[in-house]
Nanobody, 127 residues
Framework: QVQLGESGGGFLQAGDSLRISCAASGRALNTYAMGWFRQAPGKDREFVAGISWNGGITSVSDSVKGRFTISRDNAKNTVYLQMNSLKPEDTAVYYC????????????????????WGRGTQVTVSL
């Protein structure tokens, strides 16, 4: 079992930056691809960013490209999402998730590929 816990969310203004974290317990993350997803009120969950098990491959959605960066520190069993130039449309609950498929060499953007999920952290961006 893997337990994931997000932290670092908050209330910000447009243009601000924020880094949120996802810490794991129960099992090491160093063989898992990891992803960040978000869900805004009344909207479907959407893929934000993903990173391969060793950090060699990353992927971000078009909506955050150039503003958000995903990274990981396997020694700390933690994944990060650096969010810059935040916009009100970035307001959502942000979830991290672990893709435990042992043969995964890249990153998947579909939530069904991720087995473990955290409870999320709220990010609210005002004008």
């Amino acid at each position: 079992q893997v337990q994931l816990g997000e932290s670092g969310g908050g209330f910000l203004q447009a243009g601000d930056s924020l880094r949120i974290s996802c810490a794991a317990s129960g099992r090491a993350l160093n063989t898992y691809a990891m992803g960040w997803f978000r869900q805004a009120p009344g909207k479907d969950r959407e893929f934000v960013a993903g990173i391969s098990w060793n950090g060699g491959i990353t992927s971000v959605s078009d909506s955050v490209k150039g503003r958000f960066t995903i990274s990981r520190d396997n020694a700390k069993n933690t994944v990060y999402l650096q969010m810059n130039s935040l916009k009100p449309e970035d307001t959502a609950v942000y979830y991290c998730a672990a893709d435990t498929y042992s043969g995964r060499t890249g990153v998947r953007g579909d939530g069904a590929s991720y087995e473990y999920w955290g409870r999320g952290t709220q990010v609210t961006v005002s004008l």
